[in-house]
């Protein structure tokens, strides 16, 4: 899961791929390691979906650009429009099912 550093580059990923997954965490926030580990096992399984992350506090802008009032926090995008949000305990299995189905609608 590549590191995002930039906003602009962020906006960019998320509105000119057809498929992008989005997880947005803190520094020294044990949860937010545990879910990155998870949330990166699901997104490899997707070979069309571009993943990425940020750290809040690396980039604050994500929380007004995304409106994210928690971390972590994955989004996932369809063509520049948000398709799926969830906020600390993530459902990864119900993650699994929604990229399942949005690889299946793309390809």
């Not at 990155?36 to 490899?44: G, H, P, S, W």
């Amino acid at each position: 899961m590549e590191l995002l550093n930039d906003i602009n580059r962020l906006k960019g990923i998320v509105n000119s791929e057809p498929f992008c997954l989005l997880y947005i965490q803190t520094p020294d926030c044990g949860l937010c390691s545990i879910m990155l580990d998870k949330i990166e096992a699901v997104a490899q399984r997707f070979d069309n979906l571009r993943s990425a992350r940020v750290e809040l506090l690396v980039v604050p802008e994500v929380v007004g650009e995304f409106l994210v009032a928690t971390a972590p926090t994955v989004l996932v995008f369809s063509h520049g429009k948000e398709v799926y949000r969830a906020g600390t305990f993530i459902d990864t299995m119900e993650l699994e099912r929604v990229l399942t189905k949005w690889s299946e609608s793309i390809t």
